[in-house]
């Protein structure tokens, strides 16, 4: 993770110049040329993260063979309004046929994912922060990333977010499926029994 500028920095900090700022304990987004700081995940927002990521890679290796890479907290190298843009979603998930098979890299992902996953902190709700998730999720989808899930523990919900057509919200035992992660399936209750949120 990059650190955060001691000093605020100008609206100018290129790709390069955001990756070459010293590692840090803080995670840092690149938008509109400044490096900012994500806020630390606390025991909720990081109990239904961990529980995700055991979903999601029980359902990518169940054939033995991985289908892709899910990434908790990897930073992607996309584009926001005609500039580089360095979002840290809380999960992703990119196939293999996306990564570049030679891709050794250590550092962003570099192509769009299929999947960024949000989690909202349990401080804030989707309705008090509504305007700007959905924003959020627009640029992803502007960007190349064909799915956004936003999920918000207090109100234990999952909402998809697809590139042409309406979000959908699920709750309780409505299914979460889709043709973009094959035979994966889960419920907004099935996540957060896990998470030991109900």
Not at 108 to 132: K, W
Not at 164 to 190: K, M, W
Request: aromatic share 8%; glycine share 6%; net charge negative.
């Amino acid at each position: 993770m990059v650190q955060a500028p001691r000093k605020a920095t100008s609206n100018n900090l290129t790709l390069q110049d955001f990756l070459a700022l010293p590692q840090g304990d803080i995670a840092c987004e690149l938008l509109n040329g400044h490096a900012i700081p994500k806020v630390s995940p606390q025991r909720f927002h990081s109990k239904t993260q961990k529980t995700l990521l055991i979903r999601l890679e029980s359902w990518n290796t169940a054939s033995g063979h991985p289908l892709g890479e899910v990434g908790i907290e990897w930073s992607v190298t996309l584009k926001h309004q005609g500039r580089d843009w360095v979002p840290v979603p809380e999960l992703l998930f990119v196939s293999c046929d996306r990564l570049p098979n030679n891709w050794t890299d250590d550092g962003p992902c570099p192509v769009p994912p299929e999947l960024a996953i949000e989690i909202i902190s349990p401080d804030q709700t989707f309705g008090e922060m509504a305007e700007d998730i959905a924003e959020r999720a627009t640029d992803y989808l502007a960007a190349g990333i064909s799915r956004v899930w936003i999920v918000d523990p207090k109100a234990k919900s999952i909402t998809v977010f697809f590139p042409n057509a309406i979000p959908i919200t699920h709750r309780s035992d409505s299914l979460l499926t889709d043709e973009l992660l094959p035979s994966f399936q889960l419920t907004a209750q099935q996540l957060f029994d896990q998470a030991g949120l109900n």
